[in-house]
């Protein structure tokens, strides 16, 4: 029963991969749709990444914008000044990322959660007072215009420069980003190193005594996190080309929390499902309301309250982890036992 | 510049101080960060206006009601949001905070647009205009009044947790929650009255930084929100008199810097505060280090 | 022959509080030794100070295995299971969220060294690793009496068996010496007995074993030397029979009713 079970999840995620990659040639599907996909690819990537913190460590992390915000000014002030390759600014924007997120976390992870959590969210409010007021060095409010757009240089073989025009390019790259952050992610789930993150989650007193050094495995973990904001955060800068320091505030942070706790912390699948979801309300929301007259900011009065209404009636998620689930299934099924014999 | 910027970092730092100990308050009896507590701060503003334009009430009276209003809308918040999850996690309870703010911001943009409002002119107490100009620095009527209020509130508050026996069940709740209830403590009524003077207080502080700056929008809360958190944490966080102090220092601190070095990182500084002094004093000037909610060996 | 554990005037103050007051004892290799006393006596500090989850106010700890004494007071407590001591908790704290066998995996964590690399682009070392950390979990999963049962969430198993993940989760971390905390807590008497046969075998392989008890069917059945400690001092020492018929240990109990299980 146990074969069958997997090969149905295995199946349905070999489905949407393949609809996934034909999209761009369905009929109905317009430039102002693909951008939306790629913004929900974009932002699972982020999900993804955050994940790791709160989902797989059990640490609340609200500064990720952050680091979303490095990887993306690195990426635009590297190619606005110096014209540099994206695909050698990916793995840059990463090790920077995972460069401050080593920096920031190795002193204040031995905080306990709350203290953390306030840490971090200093830290994302210093970053962006930081893009804010060093106008020298980021143009601050006026923002950084005409960020160049990626492109494939073949000349050395005799090829054309060729250079990404409309959104299917930055489509196909963004599921190959979305895929590689996966791949890690699974790997790193059913490893000594996930292992040993998920003991620190369920209890940490525990974990150090099957020799786990805590503070080395946390900061590995909020590495690997920043390292994929920032990564996600340098596809950004030279897809929408154009960067303020406004796009980074908090509200972002909580955005991608909001997605991973909708979507079920801890379950990779389970964050993606939330990264689509939240897009998508969010596009959905502003065009009901455009076209009802509504300002569109009504539309974060809606987030908030959906967040209050999901931790009020079902805190853990879309996708909850496999422990979870379980434990509801558990209830569920007292429940009903119960009520029969009280019925009965 | 000294003596003046000293006169406005006590002003601001005053009002950092009633925001802080609402921060405070709460965090002491639940443990949990009322993200939206900026939030009754800026209410307390508009509301006020609101009762001053749109019901021609007098100033001191409108004052006295917005302060109501504050704490009535402490308790919704807690009845209405926090108190059904007492049991849940933490996580959940931070993320319903932070929606409720984000909830209550822009229903205020929905109601009040987002530009920011003055302050109706002439219907502030004449002499909050009156101005005396000392050697080195000036004052006006408003920063007494401003002085004045913070000082007999924080008297107040002081008198309510050490004398009152509300005072002492707030302290016993914030102790132990199991043990208070068995000594007969109604813990759930307790934290909602926390609520309710935390939110009066953040009322308060939203109204009289309206008037003195002369601008009201949606979004001051956040800023103000987290510099008094900022101070909240400096004080020690769950301790009211570190409240209190840290308010009061980080307000200097702040006009300080703002004189000196530099206005543009004026907001940096309460981060930059805060960060530090998490990471090498995390108890704060009073505190005791937060005590991790887990289960003990 | 150098023994395995020496206790050397140990103190433990929590502010005013004396938890332990010079304690003084030996463990030699291959013993299994009973630590008693009533509720509240120091016992899980004593554990807490050889664990390194508390630090000693004074005193030492001398763990000795493979002939090198090492003072283990005050080190942190990842340092001391890698050194060789496991322990369980009075309350039992297993990995909740997670599989049976994920639990005696991440007890197999410190015997290995995979790092993030080998995890991402599994090396031919770290698929090594895995397959013989799976194993020798399964392994230790029969040895301690609950064998195929590695998929299952560990919160939803019965109390009993839960004790005995913890304990495979302490075994699993290769120890010279292993400290359990009541094991026997809220076990039956067929429970309790399988308990005892389970920690002979743990004996049997050369483990040391230290261990908290209440139920003196337990104690009196396993132990080959028990120490008595009282208020955080110690009472006395010496062979089960002699202690169960101290008046000084008599006293000590004297109205908790734990004495009476024999």
């Known amino acids: ?344 | 510049m000294f003596l003046q910027q000293l006169v406005n970092g006590l002003t601001i730092g005053g009002i950092y101080a009633l925001i802080a100990v609402g921060y405070t308050m709460v965090y002491g009896v639940i443990q949990l960060i009322n993200f939206a507590h900026g939030e009754i701060y800026m209410l307390g503003a508009f509301f006020a206006v609101t009762f001053i334009v749109g019901m021609g009430m007098p100033f001191y009276m409108a004052f006295f009601l917005a302060m109501l209003c504050g704490a009535v809308c402490g308790m919704l918040l807690d009845v209405i949001a926090y108190r059904p999850l007492r049991q849940s996690p933490r996580l959940a309870c931070l993320i319903t905070a932070i929606g409720m703010s984000i909830f209550l911001q822009n229903l205020a943009m929905l109601i009040w647009g987002s530009r920011p409002k003055p302050f109706p002119g002439n219907t502030l107490p004449a002499w909050f205009n009156k101005t005396w100009h000392l050697t080195h620095f000036s004052l006006t009527g408003f920063h007494l009044f401003i002085f004045a209020v913070t000082i007999i509130m924080m008297v107040g508050l002081h008198l309510l947790i050490k004398k009152t026996r509300f005072g002492k069940a707030m302290r016993a709740v914030a102790q132990n929650k199991t043990m208070a209830s068995l000594a007969g403590v109604n813990v759930n009524k307790v934290i909602t009255l926390t609520f309710a003077v935390a939110g009066a207080m953040g009322a308060a502080a939203g109204l009289m930084v309206g008037a003195f700056y002369n601008s009201l929008y949606p979004t001051m809360g956040y800023v103000a929100g987290v510099k008094a958190f900022a101070a909240a944490v400096l004080g020690g966080i769950g301790s009211i008199p570190g409240a209190m102090l840290g308010g009061i220092v980080l307000g200097v601190a702040e006009a300080m810097g703002a004189g000196y070095l530099s206005s543009l990182y004026r907001d940096g500084i309460s981060y930059g505060v805060m960060i530090i002094v998490i990471v090498f004093i995390p108890a704060g000037f009073f505190g005791v280090l937060i005590k991790e909610t887990k289960k003990s060996i | 022959m150098t023994p395995i554990l020496q206790i050397q005037d140990l103190s433990k103050n929590f502010g005013g509080l004396r938890a332990l007051q010079d304690i003084s004892f030996e463990i030699q290799e291959n013993e299994i030794i009973g630590l008693i006393g009533p509720n509240g006596a120091g016992k899980t500090t004593l554990f807490n100070c050889v664990a390194g989850i508390e630090k000693p106010s004074s005193g030492k700890v001398i763990f000795t295995a493979n002939g090198k004494p090492v003072s283990i007071g005050g080190k942190k407590p990842e340092k001391v299971t890698a050194l060789g001591i496991a322990r369980t908790f009075q309350n039992i704290r297993l990995f909740d969220n997670l599989t049976v066998l994920d639990n005696v995996k991440i007890g197999r964590h410190c015997r290995f060294k995979s790092n993030v690399f080998g995890a991402v682009i599994k090396t031919p070392g770290q698929r090594r690793e895995e397959e013989e950390i799976a194993r020798s979990a399964v392994e230790i999963l029969e040895f301690v009496g609950i064998p195929g049962r590695g998929d299952e969430i560990a919160s939803s198993m019965a109390y009993g068996d839960q004790r005995r993940l913890e304990i495979a989760r302490a075994l699993a971390t290769d120890p010279k010496l292993i400290m359990l905390d009541e094991p026997a807590a809220g076990m039956n008497p067929q429970e309790a007995r399988s308990l005892m046969n389970l920690i002979h075998r743990i004996r049997d392989k050369g483990i040391t074993v230290l261990l908290i008890e209440h139920d003196m069917k337990v104690v009196m059945g396993v132990c080959e030397r028990v120490v008595v400690i009282n208020y955080g001092r110690m009472l006395t020492t010496g062979l089960p029979k002699e202690v169960q018929n101290d008046p000084k240990v008599i006293e000590a109990y004297l109205g908790t009713g734990a004495f009476n299980a024999a």
């Open chain 1, 1 to 344: 029963m146990d074969q069958k079970r997997i090969s149905n999840a295995t199946l349905l995620k070999i489905g949407i991969l393949i609809l996934a990659l034909v999209l761009p040639a369905l009929p109905f599907v317009s430039q102002y749709f693909l951008h939306v996909i790629i913004l929900i690819y974009l932002y699972m990537i982020l999900a993804l990444g955050l994940n790791v913190v709160p989902g797989f460590n059990g640490l609340l992390d609200l500064g990720y914008v952050g680091f979303y915000g490095i990887g993306a000014y690195t990426s635009g002030l590297l190619t606005y000044h110096f014209g540099l390759s994206f695909w050698l600014i990916i793995p840059l924007a990463f090790l920077n990322g995972a460069l401050w997120g080593v920096l920031l976390g190795a002193p204040t992870l031995r905080l306990t959660g709350d203290y953390f959590a306030i840490v971090t969210f200093g830290f994302s409010e210093l970053v962006v007072l930081f893009l804010t007021n060093e106008i020298w060095l980021t143009r601050g409010p006026l923002g950084l215009p005409g960020i160049a757009p990626p492109s494939v240089d073949l000349s050395w073989f005799g090829g054309p420069v060729w250079e990404f025009q409309g959104e299917l390019p930055y489509y196909y790259l963004a599921i190959v980003m979305v895929l590689a952050t996966i791949f890690v992610m699974q790997r790193v789930q059913d490893s000594r190193l996930g292992r040993a993150w998920f003991a620190i989650r369920d209890d940490e007193v525990a974990a150090v005594s099957c020799g786990i050094n805590l503070l080395v495995y946390k900061v590995i973990a909020f590495g690997i996190s920043a390292a994929f904001g920032a990564m996600g955060g340098s596809f950004f800068a030279r897809w929408v080309t154009f960067l303020s320091p406004d796009m980074f505030k908090f509200w972002e942070s909580f955005l991608v929390l909001c997605m991973i706790v909708l979507g079920g912390m801890g379950n990779i699948w389970g964050v993606m499902v939330g990264a689509a979801v939240l897009v998508s309300l969010s596009e959905i929301l502003r065009d009901l309301l455009s076209a009802l007259g509504l300002p569109v900011e009504i539309r974060f009065l809606a987030f908030g309250l959906i967040m209050v209404l999901m931790m009020r009636f079902r805190p853990a998620g879309i996708m909850p982890i496999r422990a979870v689930a379980a434990q509801m299934r558990a209830g569920r099924v007292k429940r009903r036992r119960a009520k029969a014999t009280a019925s009965g």
